[in-house]
């Protein structure tokens, strides 16, 4: 979502986005894309946004915030957590210098880290993007102390264990990550399995 920089007049110019414009669709879709089904977490997720643009010369200032609600998976059990962001930010755009008809510019080290933006239009939807994105943690927890799942049966480990359910698997057949488990040891990973009985002659000859 493009704005030309001298569409923005003295009063500024102001945008509110409900959530079904396709590129705040193309952020919730980026805010999803871990879920075990993206189409459907992103179909229930919700996001909206207000941005205020002003500018003095060439330089033009960015002022929102937004707000998204989406489910994700905890990062250690992967059960459904409900994910609620609340941005807001303020971003000063200048012209890129690089955008000179073809003409190399040296850039000085503090100009390095600068927002800009290409020609005479500003990429709202770039920003928003960028923002939003950086708000959602890297790691999603359903708690702190979340114990995950087990690495011998895949059983969620925060549920305690029933009578009627053995080592690994519930007598149902749930699958992984819905039953209970009881195991008392957590096995290397079959990854190194093999490895278990090799030994290694380290004198030398």
Not at 107 to 118: H, R
Request: proline letters at 5%.
């Amino acid at each position: 979502m493009k704005v030309n920089v001298f569409d923005i007049l003295d009063k500024g110019k102001t945008l509110a986005f409900k959530g079904d414009e396709p590129f705040i669709r193309e952020i919730i879709a980026r805010l999803t894309a871990d879920d075990p089904d993206p189409a459907r977490a992103a179909k229930n997720a919700h996001l909206t946004a207000k941005v205020v643009l002003t500018r003095e010369g060439k330089t033009v200032f960015l002022e929102g915030e937004a707000a998204a609600a989406f489910s994700a998976p905890c990062a250690r059990c992967l059960k459904p957590v409900e994910t609620h962001l609340a941005p807001s930010f303020f971003v000063t755009l200048f012209p890129d210098k690089d955008d000179s008809g073809g003409e190399e510019v040296q850039l000085k080290n503090s100009e390095l880290d600068e927002n800009t933006y290409i020609g005479e239009e500003v990429d709202v939807g770039l920003v928003l993007n960028e923002q939003i994105l950086l708000e959602r943690p890297y790691l999603i927890l359903c708690s702190e102390d979340c114990k995950g799942l087990c690495g011998s049966c895949g059983a969620n480990r925060n549920e305690q264990p029933k009578a009627d359910v053995g080592r690994g698997w519930g007598s149902g057949g749930e699958a992984p990550g819905n039953q209970v488990c009881d195991c008392t040891a957590v096995p290397a990973s079959l990854a190194f399995q093999a490895l278990k009985d090799v030994k290694i002659d380290l004198k030398k000859e």
